[in-house]
């Protein structure tokens, strides 16, 4: 089981800096692991809020809207959908 916390955008920020500056110092070989594993995270983390704005514009755009279809197309190349696909509601709406 995950237990997960929030922190501030600015914290995560400034954390997700240092890591990338102790990535150019001498670190012993376990370092370098947690190093790799924390870094992978955050990136994970990273695309994951990127992929979740991106379905808010979606989501959050006026309907009938050109770039509501625009956001609806960015969220789903972003999440490796083919750019056709569509929910059961979105279909049953058409």
């Not at 800096?17 to 150019?24: F, G, P, Q």
């Not at 692991?33 to 990273?46: A, H, P, R, Y």
């Not at 809020?49 to 197309?73: G, H, M, V």
Request: aromatic share 8%; proline share 1%; with cysteine.
């Amino acid at each position: 089981m995950r237990n997960n916390i929030q922190i501030s955008k600015s914290l995560f920020s400034d954390a997700y800096r240092l890591i990338h500056c102790l990535e150019v110092q001498d670190l012993d070989k376990h370092t370098k692991n947690v190093l790799k594993t924390v870094t992978e995270q955050f990136n994970g983390k990273l695309d994951t809020l990127a992929k979740r704005e991106q379905f808010t514009k979606y989501k959050t755009a006026e309907p009938n809207n050109d770039k509501r279809e625009l956001y609806r197309l960015e969220y789903l190349k972003s999440i490796g959908l083919h750019k056709d696909w569509k929910t059961k509601k979105e279909i049953s709406h058409h």
